[in-house]
Nanobody
Framework: QVQLVESGGGLVQSGGSLRLSCAAS????????MSWYRQAPGKERELVAV???????NYADSVKGRFTISRDNAKNTVYLQMSSLKPEDTAVYYC????????WGQGTQVTVSS
């Protein structure tokens, strides 16, 4: 079993930055992949960024060049650094861990004002 706890969301002006954190209850980075998803009101949940156990990363086209996913193995924590934020980035952001089973965090709200 794995518990994931996100933090770092909030209200920010367009063009601003935020860093989201996702703390795992145990060391999970040796297997599987950690991802950030987001879900805006009335829309489906979408993949934002992923980092594999080997450290490879991938991003949605809409966030490439603005968002960076990283991890701290010692802290069992994955981060999502978000820069040049736009109002369309407004959503609840979730972290997800997938290895045999899938685990989700509770989500953290990010609101970008224009």
């Amino acid at each position: 079993q794995v518990q994931l706890v996100e933090s770092g969301g909030g209200l920010v002006q367009s063009g601003g930055s935020l860093r989201l954190s996702c703390a795992a209850s145990r060391n999970i980075f040796t297997n599987g992949a950690m991802s950030w998803y987001r879900q805006a009101p009335g829309k489906e949940r979408e993949l934002v960024a992923v980092i594999t156990s080997g450290g490879s990363t991938n991003y949605a086209d809409s966030v490439k060049g603005r968002f960076t996913i990283s991890r701290d193995n010692a802290k069992n924590t994955v981060y999502l650094q978000m820069s040049s934020l736009k109002p369309e980035d407004t959503a609840v952001y979730y972290c997800r861990y997938n290895f045999i089973y899938t685990y989700w965090g509770q989500g953290t709200q990010v609101t970008v004002s224009s």
